[in-house]
């Protein structure tokens, strides 16, 4: 069975830090693009930053020059590297991954993570 776990999510004050991980378990070949997706209460869960193998990183506008996605070398693991936190940036944190191909199978999935909550609050 192929997953992928998250870490790394909690209560920070304005202006703090925080790292989320993720980790793709399970008998995986590649993957991808790797990605972290965020859901409000009351909102859409909406994209935060998505990385490719190969090509452009995406972030939503709102994070540009505070957050930072990074992916391991094996590209089975990414990261959310989160700066100057504020109030609004309070929600569950997915991580997602697409075109997940899983060893002996041709077919490709995509993934979602259960999330992480992130809490920033004085």
Do not use: H
Request: positive net charge.
């Amino acid at each position: 069975q192929v997953q992928l776990v998250e870490s790394g999510g909690g209560l920070v004050q304005p202006g703090g830090s925080l790292r989320l991980s993720c980790v793709a378990r399970g008998s995986i070949y590649s993957i991808w693009t790797m990605g972290w997706y965020r859901q409000a209460p009351g909102k859409q869960r909406e994209l935060v930053a998505s990385m490719p193998s190969v090509g452009t990183t995406e972030y939503a506008e709102y994070v540009k020059g505070r957050f930072t996605i990074s992916r391991s070398a094996l590209k089975d693991t990414a990261w959310l590297q989160m700066n100057s936190l504020k109030p609004e940036d309070t929600a569950v944190y997915y991580c997602n991954a697409k075109g997940v191909v899983v060893t002996g199978d041709g077919k490709e999935y995509e993934l979602w993570g259960r999330g992480t909550q992130v809490t920033v609050s004085s």
